[in-house]
């Protein structure tokens, strides 16, 4: 998409303080030109910002093709079918997201998970209600905002930028492989469930992403996972993976007992404990954690 050849490829940004938008668009341009060596320039000064390969979240000119991406300007720079308006990350995304993810198929999960959330609190756009007074989600934005130097600290905002920028870089690396993994082990996973005798109670051998694919067909309540110390695990399916609400959990008078006391109550020797939310249990062997998803079961 680009011939700089071996230059150095400046990257141009706001100064002073940042957020999460700036500091993700700054992430996804590291990945893109991973194999560049990069500068990124804090500034508001406009002849530097002209210069620059590539300017984010400054500039008050958004072009994809010059690869200007602003929003700032008095008209912005376009909003979603859903109303979510594009921020600097937004954008920088639309354009290689589909280049560091492989396909565009994941580029647009994660622009769902991530991009958009950051996107819409960019603009202003609510996302998710308060239902606990004061108490809210600390989330992404949240954590780049601790960053941010404030009294009596000393006002070095170009170090702690890029630091958080290397951090976001890894996070997204990261989460792109996790969903490359995950639509891997969803072909793992459907031919489990399918080859299921009994299709309430689903047993994998690995640590595979089940939760929210299991969850989407109708007959699973628990799924036992093995571990590499041969203990497992059994797990209620939540009916949606957005609430803790499960289909089936564990009888209350599990709810809170381990070892000895749990074995008593159920028969089953090697049973080790029960969430007091009675949402996953376990046993010291297949055949224990089985027998205990069969007796929630009421058999």
């Not at 100064?15 to 060596?37: C, G, M, Q, T």
């Not at 029960?274 to 224990?288: E, L, Q, T």
């Amino acid at each position: 998409m680009f011939n700089f050849g071996s230059r150095k490829i400046t990257l141009v940004t706001h100064s002073n303080r940042f957020h999460a938008d700036d500091v993700l668009a700054a992430a996804v341009l590291l990945i893109y030109f991973k194999d560049k060596e990069t500068k990124i320039v804090r500034t508001r000064d406009q002849k530097i910002i002209d210069s620059g390969d590539v300017v984010f979240d400054v500039g008050f000119v958004y072009d994809e093709t010059g690869n200007r991406f602003d929003h700032h300007q008095k008209q912005g720079a376009g909003k979603r079918e859903n109303g979510i308006p594009y921020s600097s990350f937004g954008l920088v995304w639309k354009k290689f997201g589909k280049d560091i993810c492989g396909s565009q198929e994941i580029a647009d999960y994660l622009d769902k998970k991530i991009v958009q959330p950051i996107d819409a609190i960019d603009s202003g756009i609510e996302i998710h209600k308060q239902i606990i007074d004061g108490v809210r989600p600390y989330i992404f934005t949240d954590i780049v905002d601790c960053f941010n130097p404030m009294w009596p600290e000393k006002e070095d905002f170009d170090s702690a930028f890029c630091r958080l920028a290397e951090f976001s870089k890894d996070l997204l690396t990261r989460e792109i492989q996790k969903i490359k993994n995950k639509k891997e082990a969803e072909k793992i996973l459907r031919e489990i469930y399918e080859n299921s005798e009994d299709k309430r109670i689903i047993y994998i051998n690995d640590n595979y992403p089940w939760e929210d694919i299991l969850n989407r067909y109708s007959e699973p309540l628990f799924v036992i996972k093995s571990r590499k110390d041969g203990m497992c695990s059994v797990n209620t399916v939540r009916s949606n993976v957005f609430s803790f609400e499960s289909r089936k959990l564990f009888p209350e008078s599990w709810a809170g007992k381990n070892g000895k006391e749990l074995a008593e109550i159920t028969g089953v020797e090697d049973a080790i404990f029960c969430h007091n939310a009675r949402f996953i249990c376990s046993a010291k062997s297949k055949d224990g954690a089985m027998r205990l998803a069969r007796l929630a079961l009421g058999e």
